[in-house]
């Protein structure tokens, strides 16, 4: 799975990155994060059309962290969807019609994964790992993302549409087993185009969810993390051996 997160490159490197077009200025102010975590903002690469020129312009936008589905009654909901299974997100109700029209690309710089003690260990407590792209570059989540009108009007002053996000998760894969079964799916830069594309039909998008990802390495850190609301780079540095 993938229950947090950190984000904290600059939203100027993140549009040399992704080749984006344009940034929204709520996204480009959002804070530097090291400890994002569950309903929170987020920042998220889409490809949607202009409505200025009708041409599909990639951008970063903000989302809250938790899929609200379109016909879902109550926002809350988005709280238990923070994260979608590769395997079964195109069929499932929550998440099939997102799939497939409205993918994106969740942009991280590490993610945490908490390990179970190993046999016989005389403590309960999990090891919390910080999992980051071996040569430096910045993590392609692949994620969902979904429009949810909350009540009220325009005149009420209100913007009554909410943008919710879900990151995808597949089977973890080489050494990160070891630290849990499930990791988030992390598109190569070779797969952007075409996963953000909507014209791109489910099933061909699926097959990209299935490529290998990039080569990632893992730390364990301090359990400073484990605390939602701590944040700082502190949070990334390695435990001493």
Not at 10 to 26: G, P, S
Request: proline share 11%; glycine share 4%; with cysteine.
């Amino acid at each position: 799975m993938c229950g947090r997160f950190a984000s904290f490159r600059e939203a100027q490197d993140l549009a040399d990155a992704f080749a984006l077009a344009e940034v929204a200025d709520d996204a480009r102010l959002l804070p530097p994060s090291w400890n994002v975590a569950p309903t929170q903002q987020i920042r998220i690469v889409v490809e949607r059309e202009s409505s200025d020129t009708h041409e599909v312009v990639r951008s970063l936008r903000l989302a809250r962290w938790g899929l609200v589905p379109s016909w879902a009654k109550d926002p809350s909901v988005g709280a238990r969807m923070i994260n979608a299974r590769s395997e079964t997100a195109q069929e499932k109700p929550s998440f099939s019609r997102a799939f497939a029209r409205r993918r994106a690309i969740v942009p991280a710089d590490a993610y945490y994964e908490w390990a179970a003690p190993p046999p016989g260990s005389t403590t309960t407590s999990k090891q919390p790992y910080a999992i980051r792209a071996a040569d430096g570059a910045p993590l392609a989540f692949a994620g969902l993302y979904e429009f949810w009108k909350t009540p009220g009007t325009p005149e009420d002053g209100v913007d009554p549409w909410l943008v919710t996000a879900t990151i995808l998760t597949t089977a973890a894969q080489g050494e990160l087993r070891a630290i849990h079964d499930r990791q988030p799916v992390i598109l190569g830069p070779q797969t952007w185009d075409l996963w953000l594309d909507p014209s791109v039909d489910p099933p061909a998008a699926a097959d990209l969810l299935r490529l290998p990802p990039p080569d990632l390495v893992a730390v364990p850190v301090s359990t400073a993390v484990n605390r939602v609301g701590t944040d700082g780079p502190q949070l990334l540095a390695p435990l001493a051996p």
